[in-house]
């Protein structure tokens, strides 16, 4: 599996937008790019995934840059319930999910 | 729309001992994944069923298994019970198994202490 580096954790304030950052030098073509997050005694939670192209939900955007080597997602207004550790993750075919050990956000008022 | 069922939530078992833990999917969803959480190793990646067919496996000893019934619903079983067995047990669900445009739907998992 190609792996991903995320800063070990960030800080934000409440309101604020957030820009988490990953980058993943060994990308193939074919792998796609997963985040979910993790709340604090819940099971992860699917964000948002991307190939090639920024891809935008309700919950947050996905930057990915052009060389695909590197991506950001972007809380455009965090809140408190968005405190949580990030995961980003490639995803290719047949594989499972490699969490690694994420970023963790912390949110203040 | 019910998300993944995992029961139980909480479970204490004995050194030695073997337990069963269960997981409903989504309506819909065909493939069934597992992973173990502990504070030491983070999220790790046990196995993964379609089909009533594992099609992925993780490094684990052969005392963790598992299965899927028709209506895909899945069981994992962990035999002979050890102290480091100790662990959040999280059970996804995809549409589609394994594959990259998919994401998976998690669990609140079932917290599993030997002891």
């Known amino acids: 599996d190609a792996k991903t580096t995320q800063p070990n954790s960030m800080e934000s304030n409440e309101e604020e937008p957030v820009h988490l950052p990953c980058n993943h030098s060994?990308?193939?073509?074919?792998?796609?790019i997963h985040w979910y997050r993790q709340l604090p005694s819940q099971g992860p939670e699917y964000v948002i995934h991307?190939?090639?192209s920024n891809v935008n939900n309700r919950m947050a955007s996905l930057a990915i840059a052009e060389d695909r080597k590197s991506s950001t997602l972007i809380l455009h207004r965090a809140t408190l319930r968005d405190a949580a550790v990030y995961y980003c993750?490639?995803?290719?075919?047949?594989?499972?999910?490699?969490f690694g050990k994420g970023t963790s956000l912390l949110v203040t008022p | 729309k019910a998300g993944v069922t995992q029961t139980p939530r909480y479970l204490i078992k004995t050194r030695g001992q073997q337990v069963t833990l269960s997981c409903s999917p989504i309506s819909g969803h065909r493939s069934v994944s597992w992973y173990q959480q502990t504070p030491g190793q983070g999220l790790q990646f046990l196995f993964e069923y379609f089909s009533e067919t594992q099609r992925n496996k993780g490094n684990f000893p052969g005392r963790f298994s598992g299965r899927q019934f028709s209506n895909s619903r899945s069981e994992m079983n962990v035999s002979t019970l050890e102290l480091g067995d100790s662990a959040l047990y999280l059970c996804?669900?995809?549409?589609?198994?394994?594959?990259?445009?998919?994401?998976?739907?998690f669990g609140s998992g079932t917290r599993l202490t030997v002891v």
């Open positions: 993750i490639l995803k290719n075919s047949g594989y499972a999910l490699n």
């Open positions: 991307g190939l090639t």
């Open positions: 996804a669900s995809s549409l589609v198994p394994g594959w990259g445009d998919y994401g998976y739907t």
């Open positions: 060994t990308i193939s073509g074919t792998d796609y």
